[in-house]
């Protein structure tokens, strides 16, 4: 009996000892996750993606010790939106909160990533960005969800238990779009040696704020390095994953905000330690760069995977790293809406290559004054340019209204300069992204065919959630909101009787793509103008809008006179106050007659008369 006990312990003793000689892989260890991510900066920004401004030696070696994702994109091009989407896992028009701070709540059936990762035992510390636009039930927020959150630097691992695994995100603002902002002081970034996007004129002002930013790059570039020392002095370096990603594209106007590739290709670079090389991409060794399409859905429910945490249902995204990788989608989703007091809806589908974007906001340029992005010197020396006629088609297109669609050859285009949405070769390719744009805006319930006032107060009328209302197709139709909002973008004076019928509607989604179908049509819809008197009395974004188009289609006193009186009445009519400032120098007679009383202290209106020179 003896010797047989003795045989046992001997056997377990063997088996313990094999165990802990065993070199740990992904498959017996929970990995240790920093993730890096800089603000605002696009592929163009760094080295090792080919970048002709700036140095980036940290990033760059990160890249040769890892794997260099080739085409990895941003869903929503701007902060807020993008974090509520990794926070959640989920596209933010799936919860209505894709407008620039709008703060929707969601339900509490949504799990947060960071919750999970603490479930499945991980320290978790946020340095220090949460920014996630969204708000929870009785005061649930992502923010709670982490064991530490502060601007420490990315050593916060220190402070978790002994053994305990961690998962960080250090998050570096020094690339933020502020750090272009003010004069270039940098000798060692030669603004004259800069090379500039084709859609930005050669100017005094553009060059310094590309080398400004230049230099804000090499600042941010330091403290990735930094981050990765501090994991080297820990002993941590080889028991860690790294990710390095930006938070979206940018920085110079164009960029930041916008669905063109310069705001949304980001650029992503994974390290895995060698221990872990069960985890690398499959058939791939470090150097590697890898073809596969990540989307920014993806990261939240790869981490999840790789830490061997639960995933919930409401992650959307694909899992591209680890043993529980899932097919590649050929596509990438993008949308945008409002950012800060600027109304804007753009949806775009892509591949590798080609682009499709549908402008759900066709009348607003591009280019419209918004106050951040003008502290950048080049901004406003941009806009400045194309108004004394010197830009021109294309330095000067990003001040126009744009066309419903356009269409981009990324590889020969990256810049999406060339709009070829016309071009016979491409149809097929076209008829196939916007198939695809449609499927996805049903799958994941694209809550912006309803206008963000109308959203608003139909939300807290029926007491609900976006998240709820738009999963209820008695309450959202999407499927036929989606084919009216193309009718409208058409413009096509064969629609007008269908248009001017359904100003008349129930239901005040149809009412709006109305209105916007008329305003599209601007003197073709001149029969459409006693209807349209008529839904002055409407709410939300409708009336303004509805006045607009009886301007475009000819009765341009009348609407004169009601625009007056409606920002006289509502001086915060945001709808209307950035009607003004599309309108251009028609509307400065306008804007003089406000009485000055009337006239806010700050905001989107205070900003368009200040920049028209009117007196009031």
């Known amino acids: 009996m003896t010797s047989k006990i003795h045989l046992l312990n001997k056997i377990a003793f063997l088996a313990f000892f094999v165990t802990c000689t065993l070199p740990l892989t992904g498959k017996n260890i929970k990995p240790n996750i920093l993730w890096i991510t800089s603000e605002d900066n696009s592929i163009e920004w760094i080295g090792c993606y080919g970048s002709k401004n700036a140095k980036t030696p940290n990033i760059d070696q990160l890249a040769k010790e890892g794997f260099r994702y080739l085409y990895c994109f941003d869903n929503g091009a701007v902060c807020a939106p993008t974090r509520s989407s990794w926070i959640t896992g989920m596209h933010a028009i799936s ?28 320290f978790t510390s946020n340095c220090s960005k949460t920014d996630y636009n969204l708000r929870g039930p009785n005061g649930r927020n992502p923010k709670t969800f982490w064991n530490y959150s502060g601007k420490e630097y990315a050593d916060t691992w220190k402070k978790r238990e002994d053994g305990q695994p961690f998962f960080t995100v250090y998050n570096i603002g020094d690339s933020h779009e502020s750090r272009a902002f003010g004069d270039h002081n940098d000798e060692s970034i030669d603004p004259e040696k800069i090379i500039l996007a084709p859609y930005h004129p050669d100017l005094p002002e553009m060059r310094n704020t590309y080398a400004k930013y230049a230099s804000a790059i090499s600042k941010m570039d330091s403290l990735v390095g930094q981050a990765i020392e501090n994991l080297k002095q820990d002993g941590l370096y080889e028991n860690t994953i790294i990710v390095y990603n930006s938070d979206h594209g940018g920085v110079l106007a164009r960029s930041k905000r916008f669905l063109y590739s310069s705001g949304i290709h980001c650029p992503l670079i994974v390290r895995i330690p060698e221990k872990m ?23 939240p429910k790869t981490w999840l995977s790789l830490t061997g945490a639960k995933v919930t249902e409401n992650f ?19 949308w ?3 950012a800060d007091e600027r109304f804007d809806n753009v949806r775009v589908m892509r591949d590798q290559q080609f682009a499709y974007h549908k402008n759900y ?16 010197k080049a901004t406003g020396a941009w806009e400045r340019h194309h108004q004394a006629g010197k830009t021109d088609a294309v330095t000067g ?13 990324n590889f020969k285009d990256f810049h999406n300069i060339d709009n070829q949405i016309d071009d016979p070769l491409h149809q097929t390719k076209i008829k196939e992204l916007k198939k695809e744009l449609r499927r996805q805006q049903l799958k994941y319930f694209d809550s912006g065919l309803m206008p963000e006032e109308m959203r608003n107060r139909i939300i807290k009328e029926k007491n609900t959630t976006v998240y709820a209302f738009v999963r209820d197709p008695k309450l959202y139709p999407l499927a036929q909101y989606l084919d009216y909002a193309d009718l409208a973008l058409t413009r096509k004076k064969k629609n007008l009787k269908t248009f001017t019928q359904e100003l008349s509607d129930s239901d005040p989604v149809i009412r709006y793509w109305s209105v916007i179908g008329l305003l599209l049509l601007e003197k073709q819809a001149n029969p459409a103008i006693p209807e349209l008197k008529k839904v002055l009395a409407d709410r939300d974004e409708i009336p303004a809008f509805a006045a607009w188009a009886i301007y475009k289609a000819g009765e341009k006193m009348f609407a004169e006179k009601w625009m007056l009186e409606a920002i006289t009445q509502n001086p915060g009519n945001k709808t209307l106050a950035n009607i003004f400032d599309w309108m ?4 400065h007679s306008l804007l003089a007659k406000i009485p000055s009383d009337r006239l806010p202290q700050k905001g989107l209106l205070k900003d368009v008369i200040k920049r028209s020179g009117v007196q009031n």
């Open 336 to 338: 945008r809406e409002r």
């Open 277 to 299: 090389k069960d985890l690398y991409p499959k058939g791939k060794t470090p150097g590697s760069t890898i073809d596969r399409i990540v989307s920014f859905i993806d990261m």
């Open 95 to 122: 919860n209505g909160t894709q407008p620039m701070r709008s703060g929707f709540e969601i339900p509490d059936t949504i799990s947060f990533y960071n919750e999970l990762l603490q479930k499945a035992g991980y």
């Open 584 to 587: 251009g120098t028609a509307s």
């Open 316 to 334: 959307q995204g694909r899992i591209f790293l680890g043993p529980d990788t899932e097919p590649e989608s050929r596509y990438h989703f993008s």
């Open 361 to 376: 906001a066709p009348f607003a340029p591009n280019g419209q004054y918004l106050a951040y992005m003008h502290k950048m």
């Open 397 to 409: 297109r990003f001040f126009e209204p744009r066309p419903s669609e356009e269409f981009y050859d």
